[in-house]
Protein backbone atom coordinates (compact mmCIF):
# COMPACT_ATOMS: atom_id res chain seq x y z
CA UNK A 1 0.00 0.00 0.00
CA UNK A 2 1.46 3.38 -0.89
CA UNK A 3 1.91 6.49 0.94
CA UNK A 4 0.34 8.53 -1.55
CA UNK A 5 -3.31 7.36 -2.55
CA UNK A 6 -3.85 7.82 -6.44
CA UNK A 7 -7.00 6.45 -8.16
CA UNK A 8 -6.03 3.09 -9.82
CA UNK A 9 -7.14 4.24 -13.44
CA UNK A 10 -8.87 7.54 -15.18
CA UNK A 11 -9.92 7.42 -18.83
CA UNK A 12 -10.88 10.40 -21.30
CA UNK A 13 -11.56 10.70 -24.40
CA UNK A 14 -9.46 12.61 -27.05
CA UNK A 15 -9.41 16.15 -27.06
CA UNK A 16 -11.20 16.09 -23.24
CA UNK A 17 -9.41 17.32 -20.35
CA UNK A 18 -8.54 14.39 -16.90
CA UNK A 19 -7.36 15.23 -13.61
CA UNK A 20 -5.32 12.87 -11.57
CA UNK A 21 -5.53 13.62 -7.87
CA UNK A 22 -2.69 11.97 -5.29
CA UNK A 23 -3.74 12.40 -1.96
CA UNK A 24 -1.18 12.77 1.48
CA UNK A 25 -0.96 13.48 4.87
CA UNK A 26 0.51 15.74 7.22
CA UNK A 27 3.72 13.60 7.17
CA UNK A 28 3.76 14.11 3.63
CA UNK A 29 2.67 16.52 1.24
CA UNK A 30 0.91 18.26 4.03
CA UNK A 31 4.10 18.72 6.22
CA UNK A 32 5.02 21.45 3.18
CA UNK A 33 6.75 18.98 1.04
CA UNK A 34 6.40 19.44 -3.13
CA UNK A 35 4.78 17.29 -5.51
CA UNK A 36 6.55 15.97 -9.02
CA UNK A 37 4.75 13.72 -11.32
CA UNK A 38 5.67 11.01 -13.81
CA UNK A 39 4.88 9.54 -16.86
CA UNK A 40 5.40 5.69 -17.60
CA UNK A 41 5.04 5.05 -21.34
CA UNK A 42 4.53 1.04 -21.49
CA UNK A 43 7.33 -0.59 -21.76
CA UNK A 44 9.50 2.63 -21.13
CA UNK A 45 11.27 4.20 -17.58
CA UNK A 46 9.17 6.90 -15.93
CA UNK A 47 10.32 10.43 -16.98
CA UNK A 48 9.56 13.49 -14.93
CA UNK A 49 6.74 15.15 -15.96
CA UNK A 50 5.99 17.75 -13.39
CA UNK A 51 8.19 19.10 -10.96
CA UNK A 52 7.93 20.93 -7.53
CA UNK A 53 3.91 21.37 -7.77
CA UNK A 54 3.92 22.85 -11.27
CA UNK A 55 6.35 23.19 -13.37
CA UNK A 56 7.51 21.78 -16.71
CA UNK A 57 10.70 20.06 -17.57
CA UNK A 58 11.90 21.70 -21.17
CA UNK A 59 10.14 19.63 -23.81
CA UNK A 60 6.90 18.82 -21.51
CA UNK A 61 3.48 20.34 -23.58
CA UNK A 62 1.55 22.55 -21.67
CA UNK A 63 -1.74 20.60 -21.31
CA UNK A 64 0.24 18.90 -18.89
CA UNK A 65 -0.47 21.06 -15.34
CA UNK A 66 0.24 20.50 -11.94
CA UNK A 67 -1.21 21.65 -8.53
CA UNK A 68 -1.09 21.40 -5.07
CA UNK A 69 -3.06 22.45 -2.01
CA UNK A 70 -3.14 21.18 1.69
CA UNK A 71 -2.33 17.56 1.92
CA UNK A 72 -3.12 16.77 -2.15
CA UNK A 73 -1.82 17.57 -5.52
CA UNK A 74 -3.54 16.64 -8.96
CA UNK A 75 -1.87 16.21 -11.95
CA UNK A 76 -4.78 18.30 -15.01
CA UNK A 77 -4.13 16.91 -18.63
CA UNK A 78 -6.00 19.09 -21.09
CA UNK A 79 -6.90 18.37 -24.95
CA UNK A 80 -6.00 14.22 -24.11
CA UNK A 81 -4.11 12.99 -26.82
CA UNK A 82 -3.06 8.94 -27.39
CA UNK A 83 0.30 9.90 -27.16
CA UNK A 84 -0.65 10.39 -23.36
CA UNK A 85 -1.98 6.65 -22.29
CA UNK A 86 0.47 6.03 -19.68
CA UNK A 87 1.00 5.39 -15.67
CA UNK A 88 1.16 8.54 -13.80
CA UNK A 89 2.66 8.54 -10.59
CA UNK A 90 3.46 11.59 -7.85
CA UNK A 91 6.08 11.71 -5.41
CA UNK A 92 6.79 13.80 -2.20
CA UNK A 93 9.00 13.58 0.53
CA UNK A 94 7.94 11.93 4.18
CA UNK A 95 9.03 13.24 6.99
CA UNK A 96 11.35 10.89 7.39
CA UNK A 97 13.27 12.13 4.46
CA UNK A 98 12.48 9.04 2.71
CA UNK A 99 11.06 9.55 -0.73
CA UNK A 100 7.12 8.02 -1.26
CA UNK A 101 5.91 7.11 -4.81
CA UNK A 102 1.70 7.26 -5.15
CA UNK A 103 0.30 3.83 -6.77
CA UNK A 104 -0.06 5.21 -9.57
CA UNK A 105 -2.98 5.61 -12.09
CA UNK A 106 -3.39 4.54 -15.78
CA UNK A 107 -4.89 6.49 -18.05
CA UNK A 108 -6.52 5.29 -20.83
CA UNK A 109 -7.39 7.56 -23.72
CA UNK A 110 -10.87 6.18 -25.10
CA UNK B 1 24.49 13.80 -23.37
CA UNK B 2 23.56 13.10 -19.69
CA UNK B 3 22.53 9.57 -18.90
CA UNK B 4 22.52 6.71 -16.72
CA UNK B 5 22.90 2.78 -17.21
CA UNK B 6 22.73 0.30 -15.17
CA UNK B 7 23.66 -3.00 -14.72
CA UNK B 8 24.01 -6.02 -12.33
CA UNK B 9 20.65 -7.75 -12.39
CA UNK B 10 19.88 -11.32 -12.78
CA UNK B 11 18.78 -14.11 -11.20
CA UNK B 12 19.78 -15.08 -7.90
CA UNK B 13 18.45 -17.18 -5.18
CA UNK B 14 16.69 -16.03 -2.05
CA UNK B 15 18.71 -15.14 0.41
CA UNK B 16 21.92 -14.52 -1.98
CA UNK B 17 24.07 -11.06 -2.29
CA UNK B 18 23.67 -8.66 -5.71
CA UNK B 19 25.37 -5.52 -6.85
CA UNK B 20 23.95 -3.45 -9.50
CA UNK B 21 26.04 -0.63 -10.85
CA UNK B 22 24.41 2.49 -12.70
CA UNK B 23 27.55 4.34 -14.49
CA UNK B 24 26.61 7.89 -15.04
CA UNK B 25 27.66 10.18 -18.17
CA UNK B 26 27.07 13.83 -18.92
CA UNK B 27 27.20 14.82 -15.34
CA UNK B 28 28.99 13.74 -11.94
CA UNK B 29 27.42 11.02 -9.68
CA UNK B 30 28.74 13.07 -6.09
CA UNK B 31 27.11 16.47 -7.64
CA UNK B 32 23.41 15.94 -7.46
CA UNK B 33 21.99 13.35 -4.82
CA UNK B 34 21.21 9.67 -6.75
CA UNK B 35 18.36 7.59 -5.87
CA UNK B 36 17.48 4.04 -6.26
CA UNK B 37 14.10 3.27 -7.42
CA UNK B 38 12.05 -0.35 -8.09
CA UNK B 39 9.10 -1.59 -10.00
CA UNK B 40 7.65 -4.50 -8.99
CA UNK B 41 6.09 -6.76 -11.87
CA UNK B 42 2.86 -4.97 -13.15
CA UNK B 43 3.24 -2.93 -9.55
CA UNK B 44 4.29 0.55 -9.07
CA UNK B 45 7.28 2.95 -8.33
CA UNK B 46 8.91 1.69 -4.97
CA UNK B 47 11.75 4.68 -4.05
CA UNK B 48 14.51 2.25 -2.42
CA UNK B 49 17.35 4.62 -1.21
CA UNK B 50 19.16 7.89 -1.90
CA UNK B 51 22.29 9.17 -1.17
CA UNK B 52 22.76 12.79 -1.18
CA UNK B 53 25.64 14.77 -2.24
CA UNK B 54 26.97 14.97 0.83
CA UNK B 55 26.92 11.03 1.19
CA UNK B 56 24.00 11.48 3.40
CA UNK B 57 22.01 7.65 2.81
CA UNK B 58 18.47 6.78 3.48
CA UNK B 59 16.79 3.94 2.98
CA UNK B 60 13.38 2.35 2.72
CA UNK B 61 12.07 0.49 5.61
CA UNK B 62 11.61 -2.24 3.48
CA UNK B 63 15.54 -2.76 2.60
CA UNK B 64 17.33 -1.28 5.62
CA UNK B 65 19.76 -3.35 7.07
CA UNK B 66 19.91 -5.22 3.98
CA UNK B 67 21.13 -2.43 1.24
CA UNK B 68 23.48 -0.13 0.97
CA UNK B 69 23.93 2.46 -1.63
CA UNK B 70 27.18 4.27 -2.25
CA UNK B 71 28.93 5.69 -5.45
CA UNK B 72 32.54 6.07 -6.29
CA UNK B 73 33.28 9.11 -7.93
CA UNK B 74 36.54 7.98 -9.44
CA UNK B 75 34.68 5.50 -11.83
CA UNK B 76 31.25 8.45 -12.23
CA UNK B 77 29.23 4.98 -10.78
CA UNK B 78 26.41 4.11 -8.72
CA UNK B 79 26.33 0.92 -6.70
CA UNK B 80 23.29 -0.74 -4.71
CA UNK B 81 24.95 -3.95 -2.53
CA UNK B 82 21.88 -5.82 -1.67
CA UNK B 83 21.88 -8.94 0.47
CA UNK B 84 20.10 -11.45 2.37
CA UNK B 85 17.30 -10.78 -0.81
CA UNK B 86 13.88 -12.11 -0.51
CA UNK B 87 12.04 -12.84 -3.32
CA UNK B 88 9.84 -9.92 -2.54
CA UNK B 89 12.53 -7.94 -4.17
CA UNK B 90 11.95 -8.91 -7.58
CA UNK B 91 11.94 -6.04 -9.37
CA UNK B 92 13.07 -3.61 -12.22
CA UNK B 93 15.83 -1.30 -10.58
CA UNK B 94 16.32 1.96 -11.66
CA UNK B 95 18.85 4.44 -11.51
CA UNK B 96 17.60 8.13 -11.01
CA UNK B 97 19.56 11.44 -10.96
CA UNK B 98 17.82 13.63 -7.96
CA UNK B 99 17.82 17.57 -9.35
CA UNK B 100 18.50 19.42 -6.30
CA UNK B 101 21.19 21.79 -4.77
CA UNK B 102 22.36 23.19 -1.48
CA UNK B 103 22.47 27.59 -1.55
CA UNK B 104 24.72 29.39 -0.20
CA UNK B 105 23.20 29.33 3.19
CA UNK B 106 22.66 25.66 3.04
CA UNK B 107 18.75 25.62 2.31
CA UNK B 108 18.38 22.31 -0.11
CA UNK B 109 16.21 22.55 -2.78
CA UNK B 110 15.03 19.40 -4.94
CA UNK B 111 13.17 19.67 -7.93
CA UNK B 112 12.61 15.36 -8.91
CA UNK B 113 14.33 12.84 -10.39
CA UNK B 114 14.93 13.91 -13.83
CA UNK B 115 17.27 11.24 -15.28
CA UNK B 116 16.50 7.81 -15.15
CA UNK B 117 17.99 4.88 -16.87
CA UNK B 118 16.42 1.87 -18.64
CA UNK B 119 16.59 -0.13 -15.44
CA UNK B 120 18.07 -3.31 -14.78
CA UNK B 121 16.09 -6.50 -13.91
CA UNK B 122 16.57 -8.75 -10.12
CA UNK B 123 14.38 -11.92 -10.02
CA UNK B 124 14.96 -13.50 -6.71
CA UNK B 125 13.62 -17.42 -7.19
CA UNK B 126 12.62 -18.97 -3.72
Known amino acids: QSVLTQPPSVSGAPGQRVTIFCSGN?????????VHWYQQLPGAAPKLLIY???NRPSGVPDRFSGSKSGTSASLAITGLQAEDEADYYCQSYASSLSKVFGGGTKLTVL | EVQVVESGGGLIQSGGSLRLSCAASGFTVNSNSMSWVRQAPGKGLEWVSVIYSDARTYYADSVKGRFTISRDNSKNTLYLQMSSLRVEDTAVYYCTRDQDYYDTSGSYYYYGMDVWGQGTTVTVSS
Open chain 1, 52 to 54: TNN
Open chain 1, 26 to 34: SFNIGAGYD
